[in-house]
């Protein structure tokens, strides 16, 4: 009989300990506000769910934000003393995530910090409405100065885009103080005339990653839109320039990662000032944009 009950007690003892090895080779949940818990295996964790395949055998899915407390498997170790048990924290893994988000954005050029770029786009302009009515297409550049942060671009942009008038007009030369005794006949010239943009602006736009080095966007800008013989002589020695204000929205795609090639349409809008008529005008530019900041 007592030979049994050494059996029976030693059987209970083993259970006992498999039950105690088992409970420390699982995870385990500790929740906010509660005081409930999960045990089971953690089989994927991102910076917002936990999936754990729990000790019923279900596998389940956890938002990061409700729990308190992570105990992980291997985090076991031990020392002279016996078991110690770490564990870590959900500030600690939310950290982590963030470093490794800050990882991936960056692999994919688009750094939280430091995405600096510098770029520069040739193309061609057709003045729009009235506008067009009197000047023929044109041509120009444009240099922008962009910073990146997750999917939005914030830039600052000049450009200069040069206009012919579709016909000559005549031109009568300043013939100076009139010689009433030899008076002259006023010299009248027939040319076309040079009128030029300039927009200054600033603006943002929105990034949609289609793969990684194909991304098009979409957005608006606005500034000043120097407008009249900017750059030109000035006919009969008097500049016509004007400051307006104008707006521009635009759809482009980039391709690429620390160097991006670039292809943008836009649509122009100016105001109407007192030399001039409001008018618009479209562009279509290519360029290139260099990423200069850490990556």
Same mark, same amino acid.
């Given at each position: 009989m007592k030979t049994y009950l050494f059996i029976l007690l030693c059987?209970?003892? !083993?259970?006992?300990? /498999?039950?105690?090895? #088992?409970?420390?080779? *699982?995870?385990?949940?500790?929740?906010?506000?509660?005081?409930?818990?999960?045990?089971g295996i953690i089989l994927s964790r991102d910076s917002t769910h936990v999936k754990m395949e729990t000790e019923w055998g279900d596998i389940l899915s956890y938002q990061l934000k409700d729990i308190e407390q992570i105990v992980e498997r291997s985090t076991f170790s031990k020392d002279a003393k016996g078991d110690k048990q770490t564990q870590a924290s959900i500030g600690f893994i939310e950290q982590e995530n963030k470093k490794k988000s800050m990882q991936a954005a960056q692999s994919n050029g688009y750094s939280i910090l430091g995405n600096l770029n510098i770029g520069w786009s040739l193309g061609?302009?057709?003045?729009?409405?009235?506008?067009?009515? !009197?000047?023929?297409? /044109?041509?120009?550049? #444009?240099?922008?100065? *962009?910073?990146f942060y997750n999917n939005f671009g914030f830039h600052l942009s000049a450009g200069a885009y040069s206009f012919a008038s579709k016909e000559a007009i005549s031109i009568?030369?300043?013939?100076?103080?009139?010689?009433?005794?030899?008076?002259?006949?006023?010299?009248?010239?027939?040319e076309k005339i040079l009128f030029q943009v300039v927009p200054i602006t600033v603006g943002a736009d929105y990034h949609y990653q289609l793969i990684d080095i194909l991304r098009p966007y979409a957005g608006v800008e606005a500034g000043i839109y120097m407008i009249g013989d900017v750059f030109t002589k000035p006919l009969q020695g008097k500049?016509?320039?004007?400051?307006?204000?104008?707006?521009?929205?635009?759809?482009?795609?980039?391709?690429?990662?620390?160097?991006?090639?670039?292809?943008?349409? *836009?649509?122009n809008r100016f105001a109407k000032g007192e030399l001039s008529e409001a008018g618009s005008f479209a562009t279509l530019n290519l360029g290139v944009l260099f990423q200069i900041g850490k990556k």
């Open positions: 059987l209970f003892a !083993f259970a006992g300990a /498999g039950r105690a090895q #088992s409970e420390r080779n *699982k995870d385990v949940l500790y929740f906010k506000g509660s005081s409930k818990t999960v045990k061609g302009a057709l003045p729009m409405g009235s506008f067009g009515d !009197f000047f023929a297409f /044109g041509v120009g550049s #444009s240099l922008t100065v *962009k910073q009568v030369q300043d013939i100076g103080n009139i010689d009433f005794d030899n008076p002259q006949e006023p010299k009248v010239t027939t500049s016509y320039v004007e400051n307006k204000m104008g707006y521009a929205a635009k759809v482009g795609i980039l391709l690429g990662n620390r160097t991006k090639f670039m292809i943008e349409g *836009k649509y």
